[in-house]
């Protein structure tokens, strides 16, 4: 959140309220971030997943079989649909990670929702996170550094 508002992340910059767990869709889902007051894009439903899991450079989502990450990704195309953006948020959490891809060895069936969400327009985007501190000295807070590549490909 503190990153999308500081501007940050430039894709989804503009917007003026940022509120967190806000109730939506026909699942009954929170969202993590419901971004809106831009001037020229519609609200932003944002949807944020930790990325841990890696294998020789590549990060995978998800690291186990996920019914509620599908159950988001259903959500989130419903949102498009009705007009909205939608976005899928991964959050790097490993340096050794160069791009981001669905676990499908893991979780066939999210790897599919994501390809058909990516389809219909939900945007997929993905960041490396990184301890701040001075000097060398972590604050042990996060902070958002640079984009990583999201590949779909199977």
Known sequence: RAAIEAGVVQSLAGYSQCRAEVR?????????????????????????KNVTLAEGGEGYFPDAVTERGQKH???????????DRAVLFFVVNHTGIEQVRPAD????????LLREAC????????????LAGEDGN????LEL?????????P
């Open 73 to 83: 990704l259903r959500e989130l195309m419903a949102q498009v649909q009705n007009g």
């Open 105 to 112: 060895h893991i979780d066939a069936r999210y790897g599919q």
């Open 119 to 130: 389809e219909v327009g939900v945007e997929v985007i993905a960041y490396r996170a990184a």
């Open 138 to 141: 972590p604050s042990g807070r």
């Open 145 to 153: 550094v640079e984009e990583v590549p999201v590949s779909l490909e």
């Open 24 to 48: 939506y869709g026909s699942e009954k889902s929170r969202i993590d971030l419901l971004l809106s007051g831009h001037g020229h894009e519609p609200d932003a439903w944002v949807e944020v």
